[in-house]
């Protein structure tokens, strides 16, 4: 299972910094400057963890803490610039799991989001394993009929969903067109199998960078990157 993380930080360098460390650790992650924007993520497509700077314009991180914690036990980082003991008392205390002092070094933050998953494990997200299929950037909620890429929702006709779920839960394998059509058609359609490449046509258009892959001669396949 691949976490979804929030950072909500308003410093560029560091947004490029703590997003290239944990692609590479194999989160998913959607980067907000400010927390209101954060708040609509949290409505719209709640991550599993958040990485919460402090001084953030508008809304500070005190405040977005203390407005997730109000409603949920996710895990929250809050990091900071400020060293003093009564700021980190304070972040604890609203609810924070964890307090980072700016400069932090990206691998201590992977190795806290890592202890902090394995020693939380809301039951949360124990709930939502069964309900969702995640492949890389791709993440379907089977019960809601909800669609994510790249942290963004889209909205789906009821072959996108049937055709997107399908290579989900099959990452990496290939399929011909004619399975395509009886597994998302039904085997009772006597169309072409155009309808297919029309149907990935769609998606393709929809979500600009889907790995979705043309077996040329045969069919379509979803590809799922190889973790290093």
């Keep these: ?34 927390a209101e924007d954060g708040w609509t993520l949290w409505e719209n497509n709640p991550p599993d963890m958040w990485v919460l700077d402090i001084m953030l314009p508008g809304m500070d991180g005190y405040e977005f803490c203390r407005k997730i914690r109000n409603e949920s036990d996710v895990p929250i980082i809050i990091i900071s610039a400020k060293d003093e003991e009564i700021d980190k008392i304070l972040g604890l205390e609203l609810g924070s799991d964890d307090y980072l002092t700016k400069p932090f070094s990206p691998r201590e933050l992977i190795a806290r989001i890592k202890r902090l998953f394995k020693r939380v494990q809301p039951k949360s997200l124990d709930k939502e394993a069964d309900d969702r299929v995640k492949v890389d950037q791709l993440l379907v909620y089977k019960n809601e009929r ?43 359609y006597f169309g072409s199998d155009r309808a297919v490449d029309d149907l990935m046509k769609r998606i393709r258009k929809k979500m600009e960078n889907i790995p979705l892959e043309t077996v040329w001669g045969f069919g379509y396949r979803l590809r799922k990157d190889e973790e290093a």
């Design 146 to 188: 909800r669609v994510f890429f790249e942290g963004i929702e889209y909205e789906t006709t009821a072959k996108e969903y049937d055709m997107l779920l399908l290579l989900a839960e099959n990452p990496n394998r290939a399929f011909s067109r004619e399975e395509l059509l009886i597994k998302v058609w039904g085997d009772d």
């Design 1 to 34: 299972m691949s976490y979804h993380i929030g950072l909500v930080e308003d410093d560029k360098n560091i947004q490029d910094i703590v997003v290239a460390y944990l692609k590479k650790e194999g989160y998913q992650i959607t980067v907000l400057d400010n």
